[in-house]
């Protein structure tokens, strides 16, 4: 068995970001993911940054028979301060679902961590949301482990049902969380659902190879010139040319290994999930073919892990 597979929504609706702008666009998506398996959908009351709130529309007109996660609203032009207290997060559930057509939602995801609304609070307020019948199981996202491990003490303390799930950026250049936080997650009874498999389209190896128009790092993209600052660098940068090279010259690509490596060879189990994206169908066929291949060989994974060596002096704090 392998990890599911969920499809993210955050770049539905955004405009000069793939295909996927309207109802009429989204339909095809939505058929394409059910005759490949997938009906698990991750969406946030932010997305698509420039658009909140579409991406939940555009969900709501056409994912009947989905399973379906979204996060409270945040607000990115702040610190995240006071997202988690009792009445925002109330107004943000509410919409949410509302746009989404549903009287509840699977996980309710936390975006990121609120410094300001004490944690008994927003552990509270989350389990007040289950008892509401909004949502089956709440999580947390891009939150720091020091924080997460007060809120099992506080989940232990008051007997409240714990965070089921964490969701955070993992590929093989991004593993920081294989060593402190998946351990707690397990001893806490927690799955993790890891997004960014292909490190928001870097391990495709089109930017370091100046391949890059008409994709996420192009400047003329929404994200274009946000993409470029996050995944710059000359050690990363070189890095990433070096196994770029080697794969190809194992007969592979880089998208491949790098998805086949979190199927087959990564600490994800079966309760676990990788988030994919895409701007076009043809991307979701690709990537499920992908998920479908077998382990890699053994040279190639000595190559998957010189690349982690190679970038981890500067990614190992990535969540």
């Given at each position: 068995?392998?990890?599911?597979?969920?499809f993210?929504?955050?770049?539905?609706?955004?405009?000069g970001?793939?295909?996927?702008?309207?109802?009429?666009?989204?339909?095809?998506?939505?058929?394409?993911?059910?005759?490949?398996?997938?009906?698990?959908?991750?969406?946030?009351a932010?997305?698509?940054?420039?658009?909140?709130?579409?991406?939940?529309?555009?969900?709501?007109?056409t994912?009947?028979?989905?399973v379906?996660?979204?996060?409270?609203?945040?607000?990115?032009?702040?610190d995240g301060?006071?997202?988690?207290?009792?009445?925002t997060?109330?107004?943000?559930?509410?919409?949410?679902?509302?746009?989404?057509?549903?009287?509840?939602?699977n996980?309710?995801?936390?975006?990121?961590?609120?410094?300001?609304t004490?944690?008994?609070?927003?552990?509270?307020n989350?389990?007040?949301?289950?008892?509401?019948?909004?949502?089956?199981?709440?999580?947390?996202?891009?939150?720091?482990?020091a924080?997460?491990?007060?809120?099992?003490?506080?989940c232990?303390?008051?007997?409240?049902?714990?965070?089921?799930?964490?969701q955070?950026?993992?590929?093989?250049?991004?593993?920081?969380?294989?060593?402190?936080?998946?351990?707690?997650?397990?001893?806490?009874?927690?799955?993790?659902n890891?997004?960014q498999?292909?490190?928001?389209?870097f391990?495709?190896g089109?930017?370091?190879?100046?391949?890059?128009?008409?994709?996420?790092?192009?400047?003329?993209?929404?994200?274009?010139?946000?993409?470029?600052?996050?995944?710059?660098?000359?050690?990363?940068?070189?890095?990433?040319k070096?196994?770029?090279?080697a794969?190809?010259?194992?007969?592979?690509t880089?998208?491949?290994?790098?998805?086949?490596?979190l199927?087959?060879?990564?600490?994800?189990?079966?309760?676990?999930?990788?988030?994919?994206?895409?701007?076009?169908?043809?991307?979701?066929?690709?990537?499920?073919?992908?998920?479908?291949?077998?382990p890699?060989?053994g040279?190639?994974?000595?190559?998957?892990?010189?690349l982690?060596?190679?970038?981890?002096?500067?990614?190992?704090?990535i969540?």
């Amino acid at each position: 068995m392998s990890p599911k597979l969920i499809f993210g929504t955050g770049g539905l609706g955004m405009a000069g970001s793939g295909s996927f702008q309207d109802v009429d666009s989204v339909r095809p998506l939505m058929s394409t993911l059910k005759e490949l398996g997938i009906t698990h959908l991750d969406t946030a009351a932010r997305y698509p940054p420039p658009s909140p709130g579409l991406a939940e529309q555009l969900v709501g007109s056409t994912a009947e028979g989905f399973v379906v996660d979204t996060k409270v609203l945040t607000d990115t032009s702040t610190d995240g301060s006071g997202d988690l207290e009792k009445e925002t997060m109330e107004e943000s559930v509410n919409a949410s679902l509302g746009r989404l057509k549903r009287e509840s939602v699977n996980i309710l995801y936390s975006h990121r961590a609120d410094p300001a609304t004490p944690l008994v609070d927003q552990v509270r307020n989350f389990n007040e949301q289950i008892q509401q019948g909004h949502c089956k199981h709440w999580g947390v996202s891009n939150t720091p482990p020091a924080v997460l491990e007060e809120m099992l003490k506080i989940c232990d303390k008051n007997g409240w049902q714990k965070p089921r799930y964490y969701q955070g950026s993992y590929s093989l250049i991004t593993r920081g969380m294989e060593t402190k936080l998946f351990p707690m997650l397990r001893s806490a009874g927690m799955h993790f659902n890891g997004y960014q498999p292909l490190a928001a389209g870097f391990l495709t190896g089109k930017f370091v190879n100046n391949d890059y128009t008409g994709t996420r790092f192009d400047t003329s993209s929404p994200v274009g010139s946000v993409m470029q600052k996050m995944f710059s660098g000359d050690q990363l940068m070189v890095a990433m040319k070096k196994f770029d090279a080697a794969v190809q010259a194992e007969g592979l690509t880089s998208p491949e290994v790098a998805i086949r490596w979190l199927i087959h060879h990564s600490v994800l189990g079966d309760d676990d999930g990788i988030i994919l994206g895409a701007s076009r169908i043809e991307q979701v066929h690709d990537t499920v073919a992908l998920t479908r291949k077998g382990p890699l060989e053994g040279n190639v994974l000595a190559l998957a892990e010189e690349l982690w060596q190679d970038v981890k002096s500067l990614r190992s704090e990535i969540l």
